[in-house]
C-alpha cells in the first residue's frame, strides 16, 4: 500500500519575530495543491511547522524536526533530512514529496532525498512552488537573497563553511 508524506526543509527564520517570508510562502504554495488537506502526513522543519494553521497540524503534520540531536550543532539540510527520513521510515512511507524553496536549495536538497530515498527505499519526488521569495529580514544572511545563496554555495565549496549561528531551538 502507497502511503505519502511531505517532508519540507526550510528556507530562512526571523528568530523570535517569527518563520520569515520565504517559510511561508512555501507552506502557501504547499497548501494550494492540496497536500495538506489529510492525503499525506506531513514532516516539517519547527520554521515551516509554524507556518500551519491549527486545523493542518491536527489533520496532517506528524513529525516536527526542532534541532540537531547532537547539542550545540548546526541545524543544516543533512541533519534535517536524516531526522525526516528515520521517521519516514519507522513510519512505513513509500513515497516523499519534497518542498523546498527553488533556487539552488531545491537541487541540493533533491540529490539529498534521492540518495536518503534509495538508502530507505523510498520514492522520492519534487514538489513544483513556482518562485518563492527572498526574506530580505531573515537572521540567516545567505537566505535573504539570489546573491547571497551564491555566495554562500561558494563558501561551502571551497571552505566547508555551512550555516551560521547555532539555532536557537539547540540553545534550551
Known amino acids: 500500500m ?9 528556507f530562512g527564520h ?4 517569527g ?3 520565504s517559510n511561508e510562502k512555501l507552506i502557501e504554495a504547499v497548501r494550494k495543491k492540496r497536500f ?5 502526513e506531513v514532516a516539517l522543519q519547527h520554521e ?7 486545523e493542518e497540524r491536527v489533520r496532517c503534520l506528524r513529525f516536527t524536526v526542532r534541532g540537531h540531536r547532537e547539542r550545540g550543532k548546526y541545524l543544516d539540510t543533512n541533519e534535517v533530512f536524516s531526522q525526516e527520513f528515520d521517521w519516514a521510515y519507522k513510519n512505513g512511507i513509500t ?3 519534497i518542498l523546498t524553496h527553488p533556487f539552488i536549495h ?37 537566505t535573504r537573497g539570489p546573491i547571497r545563496v551564491i555566495i554562500y554555495c561558494i563558501r561551502f ?16
Open 106 to 142: 531545491r537541487a541540493m536538497c533533491m540529490r539529498l532525498a534521492r540518495k536518503l530515498g534509495w538508502q530507505y527505499g523510498i520514492s522520492v519526488y519534487k514538489i513544483p512552488t513556482g518562485w518563492i521569495p527572498f526574506d530580505k529580514k531573515s537572521y540567516q544572511w545567505w
Open 2 to 10: 502507497t502511503k505519502y508524506a511531505v517532508l519540507g526543509q526550510s
Open 95 to 97: 513515497d516523499v514529496y
Open 14 to 17: 526571523r528568530g523570535k519575530e
Open 19 to 21: 518563520p520569515g517570508l
Open 48 to 54: 515551516m511547522a509554524a507556518c500551519l494553521t491549527p
Open 36 to 40: 495538506l488537506s489529510g492525503m499525506a
Open 157 to 172: 565549496v571551497l571552505f566547508g563553511h555551512r550555516g551560521g549561528a547555532v539555532n536557537e531551538m539547540d540553545e534550551s
